[in-house]
């Protein structure tokens, strides 16, 4: 499977652009860390990835959260990451029909697709979905994730629903490129499995210091996440940078290295 | 059960106050025809809603695809709502972690919760995305509508789905006022169910020239939606303004008032 390779063998191989760039990001910076900033400045929001940035593969954005959003936001959040080598991955959830979901993507003052090197949609409305979003991203070179389960309390991406997120993915491997999940999907309707394949998964739900937010989401360790459960990206969101505003830049710095190095540790020990 | 009362005997009793005051208006203005605004040009947007203001009890937004938005045009908006007397239903189709909902609703660019009456959320994280979204709404007044099922092709919320979306909004009955469904859902979950409640079904995929868009989309028509399947609101797009860009008015009018008057002659069929 997919996961007992290393990051750099799996990046060869794979034929989606996007989910290239991120598993060369992985190797080349040893981290398999996304940070999810969830700020609602421009201000913050920069600091925060400046400063997370060279400990992360990828950072994880909700830009419809951003009260004074404006284009020029996103050229700086490009420039980062070339300068800082992470992959940007929109959080943006789609959930709708796929001619909307199309305009969602491509269109209105966010212009997701634009920018976005990975994004993520529901299964729920069915196969139209990815046919809306590839229309719009595959000839840019980007990836989809679909959301095959969640980390919170009560979730209905359980059992036939995430084996049916699983069978939509399969038949557009072009176009996604993993799951966000809490394991590897191998074993998942296992009739349509291809020995090949290579689906990403990138966990959210992660924590070294806490495990709940009182609001319904529920926390893991990395060595849970990727040792034991074979996913391959972590994503922390407020265990790294708190509130957001008025950073203490050397504990936020020490926390993403925290999480790094034992993702990273993790991974280690799955591969040995 | 609920739809075999009038629309204003359920508004005399409805404790939302965003669910009375859209049962007010299908009363007063005697439609139940909501237009969906799909257009990504503030000037066409503002255009269809002025022509078919009118016609129609609600007005069904996707701000995220307008490319110019700007405040300026919330602020138009309300006052289409106030001079023609329509509720706005935002379609959002939240889908996340109660916490990043109640951002994406009350802040980001678009500011949803400070000027739409009614958004829509899917069920799939939890009931914890219900009490994010009515940490923001409730105090506002505003309601929210759940994704109980979805009219596209390979939809995944369907049987044991659609119950739990059914249990989490009886869970939930101060803010969450109905569903996006195909059909009433007093007989789903039955167990569950207060022979008083009333939510609202406001139905998508309603056509009267067309079985499908090519995209997974599939259609029925006023009848089919309203006298057999007890739905409350038919939600129609395209069928009535076409691309939204160069309007034929006469053409816009004569369409909003057509599938007004077959909505309309389909509930009067219905409580007779």
Redo the contacts between chains.
């Keep these: 499977m997919a996961h007992r390779q290393t990051y750099a063998q799996r990046a060869a191989k794979h034929p989606n652009p996007a989910a290239k760039a991120l598993l060369e990001t992985i190797e080349r910076k040893k981290t398999n860390l996304c940070v999810s900033v ?1 700020v ?1 400045k421009s201000d913050d929001f920069l600091k925060v990835i400046d400063l997370v940035g060279p400990y992360v593969c990828m950072v994880k954005t ?6 004074d ?1 404006a284009p020029t936001l996103i050229e700086r959040l490009q420039e980062l990451s070339v300068n800082h080598d992470f992959v940007i991955f929109e ?1 943006r ?1 789609f ?6 979901v199309a ?2 993507y491509a ?4 212009k997701i697709a634009s920018w976005a090197h990975l994004t993520n949609a ?8 990815v ?2 979003l590839a229309a719009v991203g595959r000839p840019l070179g980007r990836g989809l994730l679909l ?1 095959a389960e ?8 359980t059992g036939a ?1 995430t084996e ?2 699983v069978r ?1 993915a399969r038949e557009h491997r072009d176009f996604v490129v993993g799951f966000i999940a809490q394991r590897r999907m191998e074993s998942v309707a296992t009739e349509s499995v291809d020995p090949e394949e290579d689906f990403l998964i990138l966990t959210p739900g992660v924590g070294l210091d806490t495990r709940g ?1 009182g ?3 529920q926390y893991r360790t990395p060595k849970e996440v990727i040792t034991e459960a074979g996913c391959d990206v972590i994503i922390v969101g407020r265990g790294i940078y708190g509130k957001g505003d008025n950073v203490d830049v050397q504990a936020v710095q020490a926390q993403a290295e925290r999480y790094r190095a034992e993702g990273w540790a993790a991974y280690l020990a799955r591969i040995q």
Tied chains: 1, 2.
């Design positions: 969830d609602t909700h830009v419809d959260i951003i009260e959003f959080d959830k959930a709708d029909i796929g001619n909307t305009l969602q269109a209105g003052v966010h529901h299964p729920v409305p069915g196969p139209g979905i046919s809306g959301l969640m980390s919170t309390k009560g979730s209905l991406a629903y049916a997120a939509m937010d609001m319904g989401q």
